[in-house]
């Protein structure tokens, strides 16, 4: 497996990028693997981040985007809850992308 | 049989899939990869449900410890699977009730019918993958 060095600490990921182990997680790691994915991240960025984090520890599993779409849309609103929204947010995909920097693995249910 | 199947609106063929599940979520990687697999079959806007029979009842229960066996507790992802609109879950009451457990041991509201409904509702069924 290759690591990556953040803040001192060698982290384990796969070949894609996705952290090994959720445990390495923290906002240090967030940004680091945010600024892999050339994100900024601003406020409305760490709200979806730590809504799938929160997901996840409530089902075990990254949700796929139409999955988090709605529920998005559910908890914080139709406003944030929709494609156009998530989309602007994480270019390459929010599902996708957004679980990177969250620490997750790749979402289920993605094609 | 093609004339029964429900066409969707964009006129898609939505077919009858049921996901039988027939073993002990530990042990052996079937229910886990079969629990992936219903996930994944979200994506295609069919008409899915699942049922559980045998030891694959087991896969429902509530308060699960895995840490003893250093395998992930997937058992909280049966309750993701309503907002993937998975909806239908069956529990074969035979099954249920030979291993003493009742309703109120499952992590997920089911439905319970007997083997003999069950074996109706599967003879419905477009496609039946059972692992």
Known sequence: ?111 | MTDELEMEEGGGVVKKFMFLNRKAPYGTIYALEGLEVVLISAAFDQDVCMAFVDDGVYQLMKNVDTTGIDMKNFSKTYRALEGYDIEKLYVEKESMEARGLTEDDFIVDVTVMSSAELAALMNEQDVVISH
């Open chain 1, 1 to 111: 497996m290759p690591t990556v060095e953040v803040a001192g600490k060698s982290i384990e990921v796969d070949e894609e990028g996705y952290l090994v182990n959720l445990s390495d997680w923290d906002e240090q790691v967030a940004d680091y693997l945010a600024k892999e994915e050339k994100v900024e991240m601003t406020q409305n960025h760490w709200e979806v981040v730590n809504f799938l984090r929160e997901y996840y520890s409530e089902y075990q599993i990254a949700p796929a985007i139409r999955v988090l779409t709605k529920a998005i849309a559910k908890k914080l609103g139709p406003d944030k809850g929709n494609n156009k929204y998530l989309y602007e947010l994480f270019p390459y995909g929010p599902a996708k992308q957004a679980c990177k920097i969250a620490g997750l693995p790749k979402p289920t249910g993605c094609i």
